[in-house]
């Protein structure tokens, strides 16, 4: 592939790049945010007289969906009530009851709809006890499907787009405070983990249509790595006095990392050329990581690696971490401040281990 081919596919490649998670306060843990807590939040909203101060905006939309046609009125004669345990002690994912009506919700975000629907549906029985109220059975799941008679499929995109509609629609509902805030993001790590973002087809189909092409343009990008990599341990041999070369290559979340240590170091302290490729123009990243140091070495580092553009940050205990990002991609430039900083990464180790 030639420099012509490539810009040019580079250019058409440019309008089927898709957009970025919108990640939420839910997804900061590690363990993601699943089923139990994300109905525990719901039942909270749904609660008109929680302090939330939405009112019925929740429970409304929700009943909305799920009886489109004459929904009950969206008031509650009892809170919600969550892991209802059944007369043959099974558990209900949340149980709501207005005056004359009584909802059975079944929240699925990943696991299949195995349930003991028919348990649920004698357990309801038994709280109507032959009054004449109104019975609803809905799942909540990502597909909206539901595999049970008489239980009514919903959605999560559905449901989104309902709660979103009907908070926009009141001015002051729209008021920004904790629980709007609260509520969006709960909303959107919704959206993040139930509902499906697809490609266009279009998209889908120009990948495919160019995929020899792209993968000249993937090869034509190791290609030009592999040279930069060479020419930083060139220099880093030629100039700098005790270097033993170590160097590994890792995919980070946008683009390269290369990192460069000395072999015969008592740790694997390094410093690393972070090519991030979220954004044009490219502005590499440098950093520097000291691995396993106490107290008083992190101090000297912080008084030995000065001028960076982010705050030093340490991660557990023991590492500290440095960090410079250039203005743009000038390799004369990379190739100085890698070795700037090996210069004084290797004064660290030679003075403090």
């Known amino acids: 592939m030639d420099l012509d081919q490539a810009r040019a596919l580079l250019a058409e490649a440019e309008r089927h790049r898709q957009p970025a998670y919108e990640p939420s306060i839910f997804a900061l843990g590690g363990r993601g945010y699943y089923e139990n807590p994300t109905t525990d939040l719901l039942a ?3 609660d008109p007289n929680q302090v939330h101060g939405f009112g019925d905006c929740f429970l409304g939309a929700l009943l909305g969906c799920i009886c489109k046609k004459s929904p009950p009125e969206p008031t509650l004669r009892l809170p919600p009530q969550r892991e209802v345990t059944t ?29 003991p629907f028919a348990d649920y549906e004698l357990y309801a029985e038994t709280l109507v006890g032959g009054r004449d109220k109104r019975v609803l059975f809905a799942v909540l799941s990502p597909s909206g ?3 049970a008679d ?18 926009s629609q009141n001015v002051e509902h729209s008021r920004l405070n904790k629980w709007r805030v609260l509520a969006d993001e709960f909303l959107l790590h919704l959206e993040n983990i139930t509902v499906e973002r697809d490609m266009n087809p279009e998209s889908i189909d120009f990948i495919f249509d160019h995929l020899p092409q792209i993968n000249a343009l993937n090869k034509l990008r190791d290609q030009a790595l592999e040279a930069l990599d060479s ?12 270097f033993e070369t170590y160097t590994r290559r890792q995919p980070w979340a946008d683009g390269p990392a290369l990192r460069y ?40 580092g912080r008084h030995l690696f000065l001028d960076t553009t982010r705050q030093p940050w340490t991660e557990g205990r023991r590492v500290i971490g ?16 890698v070795l700037e900083k090996m210069r004084l990464l290797m004064q660290f180790e030679a003075e403090m281990r």
Request: charged share 25%.
């Open 145 to 147: 499907s539901n595999v």
């Open 322 to 337: 440095f960090e410079w990002k250039l203005e743009s991609f000038d390799e004369r430039v990379v190739i100085d401040t």
């Open 150 to 167: 008489g239980w009514t499929g919903l959605s999560y995109a559905e449901l989104l787009g309902a709660l979103r509609r009907a908070l």
């Open 231 to 242: 020419k930083i341990i060139a220099h880093l041999q030629a100039e700098i006095d005790g």
């Open 87 to 115: 007369t043959n002690g099974k558990r209900i994912d949340l149980l709501l009851q207005g005056e004359d009506w009584l909802l059975i919700l079944e929240n699925k975000i990943f696991h299949a709809q195995v349930n």
């Open 44 to 46: 909270f909203f749904l």
């Open 261 to 300: 240590a000395c072999n015969d170091w008592v740790e694997w302290s390094d410093v690393v050329l972070y090519l991030d490729g979220s954004q044009a123009p490219l502005r590499p990243t440098i950093r520097v990581y000291l691995i396993n140091v106490d107290t008083r070495q992190m101090e000297f």
